[in-house]
């Protein structure tokens, strides 16, 4: 009977041991099965990763190419806003202010919008495809009542209404946005000492608007400091006469003894020199180039910049300025801030008096010239003179912003353009 125990209490030992050993190899197994899936789902996230962003980058790249081959299609135009809200002011709004802003907008509309409700209707009823509901709410988004229009209708600061097509599986949008709208970072590289603090001051005012902390205000003049040692910014240019040297070139003439003697030979070398005209526009693309490519390197921590002046708004100081060598402001389609820096130069007491004055007058009708805005300010025309060579009516200098999606990649690029009349240069493409 002891014996049947003892046979019965080892078989239980080794089923035991088998349903352990058992246990553990599954267990193995499952985890080598958990590792070989996560690897095998890993590869393909890689792989498809590689080929949305190989998609993507085509995209971007044939955007790029399209962008470029049509840009003698840049023209804005601006535009008349007397019954609008201005654009100039709404970064400084909190968002409860900026929706209460809208709200006036659109109650100031709303007569002028029932009054089109027949008539869209009238519409809708003429049309199989589209609805009354579809056509009044166009009505209001053209009417601005969905938006602040800015300069030259969309929101500040786009020239047009993004565009958004399709290049195979992406998804490409393409913005336009003016240069001349933001304050132009080069003008605290210039060289000339008469206007270091005018300008130092017009700086400071717009690090105020923009609630700039002092250590970031500091950090970013130094490191300007570093890009003007390399290269000093210019506003003024005037054609350069510029010297030539080609390689030089042997000469060996034969000179005779007059007594009869050897011949000796005498060698001299010249070296021919020409002389080169640079015209001005060759000197501004250069310069042009030249800090597009300082200006977007390490030497700048635009993360600083970047960082929301407000936490619910998306504003921020690197925003509002020109960071592709611009060198002058235009007062029909700048805020309010950048404004008030650009007429620093003729001194902090008459800029904010002047800054109100023309976000007045251009809501009705933007500038035609300098002299149009000397003749309506009769009062400050002095000032205006001094600032004459760091404002303009038009804006030149433009941004095409590209930005392209295929699945989880994204591919962008950024191209600086200068509009000369008729021509558009190219001066800058950087992609990302």
Not at 12 to 30: D, K, N, Y
Not at 111 to 135: P, Y
Request: with cysteine; aromatic share 6%; net charge neutral.
């Amino acid at each position: 009977m002891r014996k049947e125990s003892l046979n019965n209490l080892s078989v239980r030992q080794r089923s035991g041991v088998v349903l352990l050993i058992t246990l553990v190899l599954l267990v193995i197994l499952a985890t080598l099965g958990y590792t070989l899936s996560n690897r095998v789902a890993t590869h393909r996230h890689r792989q498809q990763y590689i080929i949305d962003y190989s998609q993507a980058r085509y995209a971007c790249d044939s955007a790029v190419k399209y962008a470029l081959a049509t840009l003698q299609g840049i023209n804005p135009q601006l535009i008349s806003r007397p019954n609008e809200p201005d654009f100039s002011d709404l970064f400084v709004l909190s968002e409860v202010e900026h929706r209460e802003l809208l709200g006036l907008g659109a109650a100031e509309n709303t007569s002028g919008t029932k009054k089109k409700t027949k008539n869209v209707s009238d519409k809708a009823s003429d049309s199989n495809d589209i609805s009354a509901d579809d056509i009044i709410n166009a009505e209001l988004t053209e009417t601005g009542l969905m938006m602040v229009p800015g300069p030259y209708g969309p929101a500040w600061p786009l020239v047009s209404e993004p565009v958004e097509f399709e290049i195979a599986s992406a998804k490409v949008k393409m913005e336009i946005e003016d240069e001349n709208a933001k304050y132009p970072i080069g003008w605290l590289l210039l060289e000339d000492q008469e206007t270091k603090r005018e300008t130092t001051a017009g700086f400071q005012t717009f690090c105020e608007w923009m609630g700039l902390e002092n250590e970031v205000v500091k950090s970013l003049q130094s490191q300007l400091k570093q890009i003007s040692e390399i290269k000093p910014f210019q506003v003024e240019f005037k054609p350069v006469k510029q010297t030539i040297s080609r390689p030089i070139t042997p000469r060996a003439p034969t000179v005779r003894n007059p007594k009869g003697g050897k011949t000796t030979v005498s060698r001299t070398y010249r070296r021919p020199v020409t002389t080169k005209t640079i015209p001005v526009s060759e000197q501004i693309t250069k310069q042009n180039a030249d800090f597009a490519r300082l200006l977007h390197c390490s030497l700048i921590d635009t993360e600083a910049l970047a960082r929301p002046y407000m936490d619910d708004r998306k504003e921020s100081a690197l925003k509002y300025l020109g960071m592709w060598a611009s060198s002058k402001v235009n007062i029909n389609t700048a805020p309010r801030h950048v404004l008030e820096a650009a007429f620093a130069f003729a001194g902090l007491s008459e800029a904010p008096e002047i800054a109100e004055r023309i976000i007045q007058l251009r809501r009705i009708q933007p500038f035609t010239d300098i002299e149009d805005l000397k003749r309506d300010l009769s009062r400050h025309s002095d000032a205006i003179g001094k600032c004459e060579q760091y404002i303009t009516t038009a804006s030149d200098y433009f941004t095409i912003k590209i930005t392209a999606i295929s699945g989880v990649a994204k591919a962008s690029a950024t191209i600086a353009v200068m509009k000369d009349g008729e021509q558009v240069k190219r001066t800058a493409v950087i992609s990302g």
